[in-house]
């Protein structure tokens, strides 16, 4: 199942009282992994992605979002510890945690930092913890954290050998914390550990509003926080390129597949709206990078 975003905003950001410290996310419910979960074959990305615990609707994006490519891309290895931001209804999770379960790896998952009295914004972090807990034997022990303005560490110190900002860069702009951001994955990561971000490319040499209301970002921009909080850049790739979108959509990056918005970003749908134009583009395109932590 794939959650609909939530609009952040400098203003409209919700956040705890307090910093959250790890969690645990543990279960009593039957487990339900399928015959063909990972710890019975050889864990290889491949098999994750081609797992059959996984949506049609799921494996439709692969030709978007190159999974194997990316993650590849990225270093993703066998027994390591991997720190997944913002989640969401946990589309890579669903790939990340059966290949890191099945070779004796770690997932951290920092997931939103909300205050619990808000539905919509406790109801995605409620439903990724639904999602892990049915499947425990399957996902394995995912470590489910806290990201946002107060919250602490995302995973121990100098712990993790990968970590991933999977289109989120935009939203913690617009939320004013994407620097503290690039500075959790800093802390959390191992000398010479991986950051591996996919994010909606915006066109070059446009002024970048750096509240990214349409959610693209300039490549430059992301690179000079990532070097800014201490990183070094060690590659670009254009796995999840696409050359059809031309960044110039009514409502922003959303109204191109998944997102498919026929109106502004939480307003009633416009029944009357021709999509026909923004499927044929397809999903946006993004830049696909990779720095490193010094030794």
């Known amino acids: 199942m794939m959650l609909p975003d939530i609009a952040w905003s400098r203003r409209g950001l919700i956040v705890g009282a307090s910093a959250v410290g790890l969690v645990g996310c543990g279960s009593k419910k039957a487990d339900e992994t399928p015959k063909s979960a990972p710890e019975a074959e050889n864990g290889t990305i491949e098999t994750a992605v081609g797992g059959d615990w996984r949506s049609s609707a799921d494996r439709a994006r692969d030709m978007w979002r190159h999974p194997i490519e990316s993650l590849k891309f990225w270093e993703l290895k066998p027994g390591q ?9 946990g589309w890579y999770t669903e790939i990340l945690a059966p290949f890191l379960a099945a070779t ?7 997931t939103l930092l909300v205050d619990p009295s808000d539905p919509a914004a406790a109801g995605v972090v409620e439903a990724y913890r ?49 620097e503290k951001a690039f500075k959790d994955a800093l802390a959390s990561l191992k000398p010479g550990g991986v950051l591996g971000v996919e994010e909606h490319r915006g066109e070059p040499g446009r002024v970048q509003d750096v ?66 134009k923004y499927d044929t583009i397809g999903e946006s395109d993004r830049m696909t990078l990779k720095f490193v932590k010094p030794k």
């Open 81 to 89: 510890t991997v720190v997944e931001f913002w989640p969401g209804a």
């Open 104 to 110: 004796n790896g770690k997932l951290y998952a920092p």
């Open 130 to 178: 639904r999602k892990l807990s049915e499947k425990s034997k399957l996902y394995g022990a995912v470590e489910v954290t806290a990201f946002g303005p107060t919250s602490g560490p995302v995973a121990p110190a100098g712990s993790a050998d990968l970590v991933l900002f999977l289109r989120n860069v935009h939203n913690w702009m617009a939320a004013g914390i994407a």
């Open 211 to 276: 509240l990214a209301a349409d959610g693209y970002v300039q490549e430059a921009y992301v690179v000079q926080m990532a070097r800014e909080a201490g990183f070094i850049v060690a590659g670009a790739s254009e796995i999840n390129a696409n050359p059809k979108d031309t960044k110039d959509h009514p409502f922003g990056v959303w109204t191109l597949p998944p997102a498919r918005l026929s109106a502004p970003r939480g307003e009633p749908a416009e029944p009357g709206f021709d999509h026909a």
